[in-house]
């Protein structure tokens, strides 16, 4: 698709009602995750730990799930794995690792929210945050 015909497809969208409407949930999704607690936004980075080359419906639920017992936060990691490995998540051993090391970074809402500006709090992210399988 050339440059032409992506800003004539993002004229249309803009102009389609129930893509606003989606688009407007979803922003409107984000401010009030802003305004959730550290161990909200943990869940959300132990979230993405999971989804990365997997499926975000499998996430999801592993998420919904261990979130409820604060497995992310308190399970050891070999039951961490087990739990993983038992809800079909892929890579679970690595996954459980990239958790378990997270957890140092429990208080991340104020971490990242600390920095000036975006470019910063995501360079410490790359930094600090394993995730890469």
Not at 73 to 80: A, I, N, R, S
Request: with cysteine; net charge positive; proline share 1%.
């Amino acid at each position: 698709m050339g440059k032409e015909e992506l800003k004539d497809l993002v004229k249309r969208l803009q102009r389609d009602d129930m893509v606003r409407e989606k688009v407007e949930q979803r922003t409107k999704g984000f401010h009030q995750k802003n305004q959730e607690c550290n161990r909200s936004w943990f869940n959300e980075l132990c979230f993405c730990l999971l989804t990365a080359n997997s499926s975000a419906a499998k996430g999801l639920e592993i998420q919904n799930y261990l979130s409820r017992i604060d497995g992310f936060g308190q399970m050891p990691q070999e039951k961490l794995a087990e739990t993983l490995r038992g809800m079909g998540q892929r890579f679970y051993q690595k996954r459980s690792e990239f958790i378990v090391a997270a957890r140092k970074n429990k208080q991340i809402k104020d971490i990242v929210t600390g920095f000036d500006g975006e470019r910063e709090a995501r360079e410490w992210l790359v930094n600090n945050i394993k995730g890469r399988l």
